[in-house]
């Protein structure tokens, strides 16, 4: 724990963490330590990581990169932070990430923009980027994200690392931050998928009794399939990954890829997911609908900011938001609340949610020709920083998360090769509803 806090303090200008608390992390090294003297050792005792802002922390301050949570000291623990440390886990400190979980570059984040530890004048993605950077960069062994849209596979991918998210209810949303509820999912990220595994063991598993969308599904042991064979295993190739907008460069690393598996004994089979396209406006109508409803909540009452001066109590709401929001978060509540408002809810957010209902029956079709679907995390590797200063370019380019999102499926990244500029790509791999350890043993076989 020692040796990766001092790794993580003296790399301030990476911009991954946003908070360290020493005693607090020295003391829990300190009862792994104890216990595994006494012969007593937990699974993951010692194991230095670190969480991603969204999930609230006694320890540590919570902001979910946002001026609106400066200061905000959470009462109790997420979930996924109390399992991991009830596991002997030890948390190394707070990682940065876009505001609220909004953004695909980590430059939302409204204390720093967080740089790719592979070439600082890239993106690390997002929004999850200050979890992959500390991940990439040996500031941790392996750390927490969440993906509500690609928020895990897409920096994952942009900074060679692994990330999975999990099928859509299998880890508890109780105290993580809520963008969109309906989406947010919580996963490990890690340099292997052997880490991985371990990792989301010890997070995963029923809270009924606090998130009312938890799965009534027992804890798997993620790690027991990592050594299966992949003879005859179909592997889905949906057509519309391998379109125009895929770059060269990635491409080339992903049939790269493709091929090492047919010589592990995989089968590759064409499908389609005829609505990868629409996944886009159906994601950016159902996300910042449920987030303008999420959001209400910090009104300077309850939460966080409060404006210095104010004349009555809606004057008081208005420039508390006005001051604690950042652009992006503003813009997305803008947009949830129009497509939710009565003249424009049939019109947009009914439809999106019915073709949201024919993105999944579109994978349920598929699954029906093979076993996992493969393709690229997202169409580019990192991109330069300001690179994406217009918020519809960032959108597009989730074009290849997007789906498994909105069917609630397990998705995850692996790298497999490097791109332009020396970059990173990685590899997507999706999976049936709760067949993560399928997954992440098809991860595990690549070498
Ligand atoms: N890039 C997507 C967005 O901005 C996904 C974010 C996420 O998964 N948290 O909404």
Not at 253 to 267: N, R, T, V
Not at 286 to 295: D, G, K
Not at 433 to 442: D, S
Request: with cysteine; charged share 20%; net charge negative.
């Amino acid at each position: 724990a020692q040796h990766f806090l001092a790794r993580a303090q003296a790399r301030p200008e990476l911009g991954a963490y946003l908070a360290f608390n020493e005693a607090a992390t020295l003391a829990q090294a300190q009862a792994a330590d104890a216990r595994i003297a006494a012969g007593q050792a937990l699974p993951l005792d010692g194991l230095p990581i670190a969480h991603k802002d969204i999930f609230v922390t006694r320890d540590f301050p919570t902001t979910a990169a946002s001026k609106m949570l400066a200061g905000y000291q959470s009462p109790f623990d997420a979930t996924v932070v109390t399992r991991l440390a009830e596991a002997g886990a030890v948390t190394l400190g707070k990682l940065n990430c876009d505001e609220f979980a909004m953004g695909s570059g980590n430059e939302n984040s409204a204390y720093a923009p967080v740089h790719n530890p592979w070439d600082a004048s890239r993106v690390p993605g997002g929004s999850s980027g200050g979890s992959a950077a500390a991940v990439a960069a040996g500031l941790a062994l392996g750390v927490t994200g969440t993906d509500t849209g690609g928020s895990i596979r897409q920096p994952a991918a942009f900074c060679g690392i692994t990330g999975i998210k999990p099928t859509y209810g299998r880890a508890s949303r109780y105290g993580m931050i809520a963008f969109a509820s309906s989406l947010d999912q919580a996963g490990p990220m890690a340099h292997s998928a052997e880490d991985c595994a371990l990792l989301l063991s010890h997070m995963t598993g029923p809270d009924l009794d606090r998130d009312s969308t938890s799965l009534d599904v027992p804890a798997e042991d993620f790690s027991a399939r990592l050594n299966e064979r992949l003879d005859g295993l179909r592997i889905g190739l949906p057509k519309e990954f391998f379109g125009d907008g895929l770059a060269a460069d990635v491409r080339a690393a992903i049939d790269a890829a493709l091929k090492q598996y047919e010589q592990l004994g995989a089968q590759l089979v064409e499908i389609s997911l005829p609505r990868t396209e629409l996944s886009i406006p159906v994601y950016y109508i159902i996300a910042p609908a449920e987030a303008s409803s999420n959001l209400s909540r910090y009104d300077g009452v309850k939460f966080g900011h409060r404006a210095a001066q104010y004349d009555d109590l809606i004057d008081m709401y208005k420039k508390s938001r006005a001051q604690g929001f950042g652009d992006e978060v503003k813009r997305r509540i803008m947009i949830g609340t129009y497509v939710l408002s009565h003249g424009y809810y049939d019109a947009y957010y009914l439809q999106a949610q019915k073709i949201r209902r024919l993105i999944a029956d579109d994978f349920q079709a598929a699954f029906t020709q093979c076993d996992v679907i493969a393709g690229p995390v997202a169409p580019t590797v990192a991109w330069q920083a300001g690179a994406k200063a217009d918020p519809l370019a960032a959108y597009l380019a989730d074009i290849y998360t997007l789906p498994a999102s909105l069917a609630g499926l397990p998705g995850m990244s692996l790298p497999v090769g490097f791109g332009d500029g020396g970059m990173p790509v990685g590899l997507q791999l999706i999976g049936n509803h709760l067949q993560e350890a399928k997954l992440l043993n098809v991860a595990h076989q690549y070498q």
